[in-house]
């Protein structure tokens, strides 16, 4: 026969495991992150416009998708072609990305690329 009870053993050795894992060694854990610019500079089509498009757009205006037929994202002339419309949507009339949001330093860098004149590719 056992000199502790399993229900014993248990809750000790639960204790230990959550004793072992300290507050500390949690805020320690970063998610990789690349440094974040100020909102507004060294926006290109490149780094910034095609992968929040990517991100944001693409699911529903990339080719063959259900919104091709107004606007389709696929590359830095067709958002050229269509910087107005994309502009007045997402920037003027916030109507866009339907169903989901863009942070305010986003819409704040969007705009610096529009007010560039789209051309810093």
Same mark, same amino acid.
């Given at each position: 026969?056992?000199?502790?009870? =399993?229900?014993? !053993?248990? =809750? ?10 300290s507050k500390? $060694? ?5 998610? /990789?992150?690349?440094? %974040?610019?100020?909102?507004?500079? @060294? ?11 990517? %991100? ?13 037929? !107004? ?7 067709? +958002? %050229?072609?269509?910087? /107005?419309? =994309?502009? *007045?949507? +997402?920037? +003027? ?8 949001? =863009?942070?305010a330093? *986003?819409?704040?860098?969007? $705009?610096?690329?529009? /007010?560039?004149?789209?051309?810093? @590719?």
């Amino acid at each position: 026969m056992l000199k502790y009870p =399993i229900t014993t !053993i248990a =809750i000790a050795f639960v204790y230990l495991l959550l004793a072992c894992c300290s507050k500390k $060694q949690a805020e320690e854990i970063k998610p /990789d992150q690349p440094p %974040t610019e100020k909102p507004g500079t @060294n926006v290109s089509f490149a780094s910034f416009v095609q992968p929040l498009l990517q %991100t944001k757009c693409a699911g529903c205006h990339a080719p063959g998708r259900s919104a091709a037929a !107004i606007w389709s994202f696929n590359g830095y002339t067709s +958002v %050229t072609a269509n910087a /107005d419309r =994309i502009k *007045d949507a +997402v920037l +003027v009339k916030k109507s866009m990305p339907l169903g989901g949001t =863009i942070t305010a330093s *986003d819409l704040q860098s969007l $705009q610096a690329w529009f /007010d560039q004149g789209t051309l810093n @590719n």
